[in-house]
Every structure is written in C-alpha cells, then in structure tokens.
C-alpha cells in the first residue's frame, strides 16, 4: 500500500513602500525565487514625476456618499457610493462597512467595488472588487521596515510597467477613471502604430487592451514556471489573439539557459 502526501507550500511576498526613502522614496519587493530555493529584493526608486508614496488600503471615500443599507456577508454595512466621468467612461464605486455602537466610532471596511460602464459601447466594460477579511486600525512600527541584509536588484521589467508590478494595489483603489493601466495604452499605440477608424473603436481597443494588460501582470505575479508579456495582439479579441498565436509565453531566464 502506498502513502499519498500532500506538501503545501506557502510563498510570502513582502512588499514595502517607504515615502522618506532616498530622494523621492523607493518600494522594496521581498520574494521568493523558486527554483532555486532563494530569496530575493528588488528595489523601484521613486523620481521627482511619480515619487513612491505610502498606500492605502481602502480608497479615499471622503466624496462618497451613502447609498443605502445592506446585507454584507452576514451583516448590515452601510453602502457608499462615488460616481466618476470622463468623456465616454463612466465608474461607479461602492464600499460597504460598518461601525461600532459607540459615537463616532471608526468604520470597518467589508468589501469595495468598482463597475466601468462605457456608453459609447453601450456596456459595462470593467468590474472588480476587494473583500476584507480582517482589517485593523493600528500596528506595530516594526513591520514597515525592510529587513537587513539584503542587497536590492532594479525590477527586471520593461521600465514604463514596473510601477504597476511593484504596486499592483494601487490602481485597484484609486477612484480615478483614469488609472496607470490605460496610461499604458499611448505608449502601445505608438510602439505598433495604431490608427482606429473611430472613436468606438479606440474605446473597445482601449478596453481589450486594459483587460490582457491585467491578465498579464496577474499571471507574472502568480510564480509560474513562465511568463507572458504585451505584444502587438493586445488589442485583440480573445479568440482571434489565439487563432494568430498571440500570447505567447516567455521563458524564465533559469529555462533560456
């Protein structure tokens, strides 16, 4: 008779955003490499056009405005509700929380949701949400400082997208309809000369393009074996990027050895 185990194996990645660091502040990324059994840090500088700024947990709700009670995993939160346009793009954002019986007690955040709705498409083009499992009010200083002994590498990503890979957080709290993902559509529109006919189309490109941008920074942070990356099928349709071969996966450097 044979003994079937089961080996889980938990990698914890560190990360630490410190505004007085160096001139404009730095995040240090603390991770494991595996294989071989390692760790590692890489360092992003801030520079004096995007400094490196302490991030948030729960968005800015102080344009928020109550929407409504409702259930939330159990409970009755309250619901928050911040609406925000530009041009053909629409967002609305909630946040559910709810607060202790004393006077003026501090709110718990539960869950924070973001829906896009295009009305040049007609649709909604965009929705995520953040739950919360625990959160606290306070913590020990200790945990925002980078252990010793490291010595930090530069991010090995293509420099206009290691923000996003050092903060993915970010973008998903910011209530601006902007946010540093479609910032990246510009420099992809100039690298494979990108001419739409219309502005319909400019916006379901801009919305294909959103979307593989984020699959593929979520599947590069997920420890794979390999990794994929932006390359002129980007503001394809799914199906058609497949049909032409299109992300295609790229090598770690330990495979291309």
Known sequence: ????????????????QIGNDLDFGAIYK??????????????LKGTKDDPVEPQEAIPDAQSFKFEKMEDCKGVQCEVWKKVTEAGHKKNTYRLWVTRGEAAYSPATPH???????????????????????????????????????????????????????????????????VCHAHRMFSPFKEKFNRQYESEKEHEERENLFLHTFRFVHSNNRAGLTY?????????????????TGGLHPKKKKEDAK
Do not use: W
Not at 2 to 16: D, H, K, S
């Open 111 to 177: 869950r924070f949701e973001m829906e896009g709705f295009k009305s040049l498409l007609g649709s909604h083009n965009d929705k995520y949400s953040i739950e919360y499992s625990e959160f606290c009010t306070q913590s020990e200083p200790d945990v925002f400082t980078p252990p010793a002994g490291f010595t930090c590498e530069e991010f090995p990503d293509p420099p206009e997208e290691r923000q996003i890979l050092a903060n993915p957080f970010r973008d998903y709290v910011n209530t601006h309809p």
């Open 30 to 43: 603390i991770t494991p490499v595996l294989p071989p059994s390692d760790i590692k840090c890489f360092q």
């Open 1 to 16: 008779m044979g003994t079937e185990v089961t080996l889980t194996i938990v990698i914890a990645v560190r990360t630490f």
């Open 227 to 243: 990794s994929v990356g932006i390359n002129h099928f980007a503001d394809k349709k799914k199906e058609l990027a497949r049909m």
